[in-house]
């Protein structure tokens, strides 16, 4: 009975690295150091690409002397996940809590038409099939999303997102969640949990402890195929999906 509550909680147990901001311009310095570690410890991270970035604060981070998109090409062919985040990273709308998470704030897509969403997720989309790849999974800029961003990214055939609350990733409108909850390292004992990792923020020793994190626990570092897989809406699933909304919106924890 222990033991079958012991394997069923290591095998519903696992971190999914996501590394947001993904762009031609961002801290490569850091990029470099992570790739590093990353190889070393043979993990598998998701990479949050930008199609199209335009955002006036990313735009202010160095390039590096490469072609960006040959590089994603390299990312991806190790088998790290290539995930589209947003079109053009442009906050032009703010939305207060009428997005999809009822979490507010500022979008690139909230608040937008249908049509006009529909039109920024085939131009990213676009820029990808040019370079030669293939997009399954979408996260917004922000978290900020609404009904017509799921409809748009259905039409376009993106039926998966990491985002959203609780601690199993589970399917809803159509659409496969696999959650992201906080932005420091909290770590549960149980669930399927996404770090959000913005390299271009980190800040003195924020490496140095996100090394030590991946050194710690690179066993429980998992790979995305494995995170999709733990699609779950069982009683608990949801359950958690309606704890971790509370706590959410009363302070998205950073
Ligand atoms: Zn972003």
């Keep these: 009975m222990i033991n079958n509550i ?37 993990i598998k991270p998701v990479l949050g690409i930008i199609p199209n970035n335009n955002d006036p604060e990313l735009l202010l981070y160095p390039k590096k002397n490469i072609n960006f998109w040959e590089q994603v090409r390299t990312w ?16 032009d709308k703010f939305c207060s809590k009428t997005d999809y998470l ?31 790849l293939d997009i399954r999974v979408f996260f917004a800029p922000n978290h900020t999303f609404d009904d017509n961003t799921l409809v748009a990214l259905k039409e376009c055939g993106i039926t998966e997102i990491i985002d959203g609350y609780g601690l199993m990733p589970y399917e809803e409108n ?11 390292m909290i770590v549960f004992p149980f669930g399927i949990q996404t770090f959000q990792i913005h390299l271009n923020y ?53």
């Design 174 to 184: 159509g659409i496969k969640f696999i959650p992201q909850l906080f932005y420091k």
């Design 102 to 132: 009822g979490l507010g704030g500022n979008s690139e897509f909230c608040s937008h038409t249908y049509e006009k969403q529909l039109e920024k997720i085939k131009s990213g989309l676009y820029k990808f099939k040019s370079e030669d």
């Design 76 to 91: 991806k062919k190790k088998g790290w996940e290539i995930a589209m985040h947003g079109n053009n990273h442009i906050y």
């Design 202 to 254: 980190f800040k003195h020793d924020d490496f140095d402890n996100f090394k030590k994190f991946i050194e710690l626990n690179s066993q429980k570092i998992i790979t995305y195929d494995q995170a999709i897989s733990k699609i779950n809406n069982n009683f608990l699933s949801k359950m958690s999906r309606i704890i971790t909304k509370k706590i959410l919106q009363i302070k998205r924890l950073n």
């Design 6 to 42: 012991k394997n069923y909680i290591s095998g519903n147990t696992g971190f999914l690295i996501r590394l947001d901001d993904i762009a031609e311009n961002m801290n490569w310095d850091l990029m470099d150091k992570t790739t590093e570690l990353f190889d070393k410890f043979k």
